[in-house]
């Protein structure tokens, strides 16, 4: 098993730059398929971004250019740094990674972009 637990949300305002964390219980080597994905109340959850092993990204459209994934392997985090947020950023944030074919969530960080 993997326990994934998210860090780094709160209110930010418009235009801020904040950066989520999510922390693997496991080293982050043996996890594959990582990512961010968010959702908001009475809505689907919908995928943000991920990272493969060799550190390939891919990113959603509606934060290509503002976000930016990536894996710290030497402190076993995955990092999400978020850039020229808007209202419509407004959501709870998830981290998920497979480990072993299973599909492993976080608790979620409130992510709130509010002047």
């Known amino acids: 098993q993997v326990q994934l637990v998210e860090s780094g949300g709160g209110m930010v305002q418009p235009g801020g730059s904040p950066r989520l964390s999510c922390a693997p219980s496991?080293?982050?080597?043996?996890?594959?398929?990582m990512g961010w994905y968010r959702q908001t109340p009475g809505k689907q959850r919908e995928w943000v971004a991920s990272?493969?092993?060799?550190?390939?990204?891919n990113y959603a459209d509606f934060v290509k250019g503002r976000f930016t994934i990536y894996r710290d392997n030497a402190n076993s985090r995955l990092y999400l740094q978020m850039n020229s947020l808007e209202p419509e950023d407004t959501a709870v944030y998830y981290c998920?990674?497979?480990?072993?074919?299973?599909?492993?969530w976080g608790q979620g960080t409130q992510v709130t972009v509010s002047s």
């Open positions: 998920k990674g497979t480990y072993r074919l299973r599909e492993y």
């Open positions: 496991r080293d982050i080597a043996v996890i594959n398929g």
């Open positions: 990272v493969v092993s060799g550190g390939a990204t």
